[in-house]
């Protein structure tokens, strides 16, 4: 089976990490959306919340499980059985950043290998810093989630 | 059944090049090395040499298919039925590059998906330009090749 | 009077040219879109073809002017009396590139600055020589071109 | 009016910020130099001190105003009636930074555009970290304030 | 006589630092490997920890001195009379980074000059943060240490 | 004897290569300015032109040898005795280039190292591609030559 891991915090996930697993699903068997967790880094929305927007947003994709870990990625694979890391990548800058890291769980993960797609030129300025900064701003993220999240949290956003 | 094509012009195949392709292999049930048959460029090794050499390097990976095509490469894509396209990316700028590329065939081939691994660390610095200069400079290029392309064309440096 | 020149050979005028051009509309007075004229150049349009599809896609802007010329690009502005060079910049690349030669210019034509805008997402991956290969493969480059461009060439391109 | 909002903490302005400002100048009708106010950052310098760094420097240019603001910049933008963003960018990883950032306030904004100009190359090494670094090693940063600045500043330096 | 200084904090140094430092010497008659003394910064291995590390591994250098200091790392060199820094460089993203601070330490440093080296492309994915994730992770990070500092560590990773 | 090979067609030599050559001779005890001599290579200057260019400029460095070479580089590198490369970065996307070809030389030269120093500020848009086209515009390209060169060439260019 063909296992591929997209790990992050997803604070929350947006469309553009919604796009890269829809995108990347006729590559895989399954593929798990994996949040690691960090227990001295402070996030924005609750592991429950991130969890269930995962949930929410692949509802539709028998393929795609959530998850959590607390390890290194590259033995999260491992222990999983993934033989790939999923990443999208937005431009230069992100390129130089994960490709570090991808030949790095490549030795660590005895041959864990990163697939890298491009974002999508609609999605390049999609981020979770983005989205958290619009709503530290009181205004409606809605455009930039998958659309059964912004659902969710328009109440909160409209007076 | 999960085609990618791997397109190029191979001038000549290089170590980088087969190492994306192997690497690549556990992704895909077909890989066609596939050289853009462009009759006004001028090319290093002839396509029945190129062709050669891909043959030789891939003779024990049945999954491997050589071809040429002369149309465009998303449509060349869409004939086959392929929904991938392979590129390996050695640093920022290769993305720059390749990311319009791939924008742009995901356009046109309705939806052929690039599928992006990085350059293994060590074979970051080959290229087919690279090892034309070296022989183009009367020495052996052999460490930048495929076995069996450096042994097809050792006799040639060896004086 | 703010007068831009948007300088380059637009073999051909794409979509992303042309919106560069209207979203700079609202910064100045007028903007010379400036055919660069390089006779050692091969060009796949005519000049006369290239022209007109400049002015075929600005007929509706009284601030659009075309021209042509044969000198420096710094000088043909302090000829023109233009204080500033437009840009779009799509990636990293470009403007690696493009700061060079806004270094320049600015020394070159006495304080000519380079207004850049960034490229639209949606037209990230569009450029002259993309419309190229597509035209070279037989394919209908329509989504690339500004409408009138696409309406003038379309009948080459339906067989 | 042409109005352009540049956007910062300013902590300090640099020589660097001055000469974005100066050579925009010819064209906007307006500048605003716009202190985001984010009470949960810590300053180097109080706003009261970064604003008056800020009156000090462009106190010769009726055409640039002071001001401060707590939404999201393209928003404040929009409740100021201003088009244009203005920023400046010194390099490659500037550039994939400012992009996305540009693309999105593009939207946010409902077509707030960002112009940017390069960093004058006596400038690129220029930034309000490197002052304060320098102010933190108990040197003199003169050279990197505009002029104004420095004067004020300086006798804080001489022992 | 010649003096680099390799400034950082080295928390901890690792094979990527020591292989600069090592294919250096032949450059310089004396590299000096200085920790910056930053007492508000948070670093996972002390200090004395820090210097250890770098004093087991350069044992067998009579050339490589090691030293601690807290002022501007331009100002550092003019008091030792080194007219060298020494940096490595990994990627496009480190260039845009370091060539910031080079151009600035040459003008506060009254022309020490930055010498950079490209890391080896076998290193070129070890970084001090990632052998710390990799530490933290409960993992032993052996192979991006230099030999002595695994040695040194490793009974704290075997269980 | 430390020797530093810099290596280029210097078509023609610029301030920037002065500039580089200047700031590393503190590094070594010679460096030799080397000229490819690439037949199949169309040059804007002669050969004969090119090297007085060179003699011209470091007429004062004894230290400075000038010469021609035919190998590749590395292959020049080793039987000279010269154990490293010089060469200057402008940007992120020079090092990506210069990044494959240092860590190419080191293989093929058997360890010899590229030294890169960073193009100084003021000099950063200087390039012997920009001085071309300016000579070809019929203008004076003095500021970006060494002040020999430029006294030289200065008679074609006043009318």
Redesign the interface.
């Known amino acids: 089976m063909?296992i591929a891991v997209f790990a992050g915090s997803f604070d929350p996930l947006t469309k553009g990490h919604e796009d890269i697993v829809r995108?990347a699903l006729?590559?895989f068997d399954q593929i798990v959306v994996a949040f690691g967790n960090n227990s001295s880094k402070n996030y924005f929305f609750t592991l429950e919340e991130r969890l269930h927007f995962a949930q929410l947003t692949f509802a539709d994709c028998p393929q795609v499980k959530i998850d959590t870990y607390q390890?290194?990625t590259a033995?999260y694979c491992q222990q999983l059985g993934a033989?790939?890391l999923l990443r999208g990548?937005?431009?230069?800058?992100?390129?130089?950043?994960?490709?570090?890291?991808?030949?790095?769980n490549?030795?660590?993960g005895e041959g864990v290998?990163?697939?890298?797609?491009?974002t999508?030129?609609?999605h390049?300025?999609?981020?979770s810093t983005?989205v958290r900064?619009?709503i530290k701003?009181?205004?409606d993220p809605s455009?930039f989630l998958p659309a059964p999240v912004a659902d969710y949290l328009r109440p909160k956003f409209t007076k």
């Open positions: 063909k995108r006729p590559l390890m290194l033995l033989k790939f990548i937005r431009n230069a800058a992100d390129f130089d950043y994960e490709n570090t890291i991808a030949q790095l490549r030795l660590i290998e990163t697939v890298f797609l491009n999508a030129a609609q390049s300025y999609i981020s983005i900064e619009i701003g009181g205004e455009k």
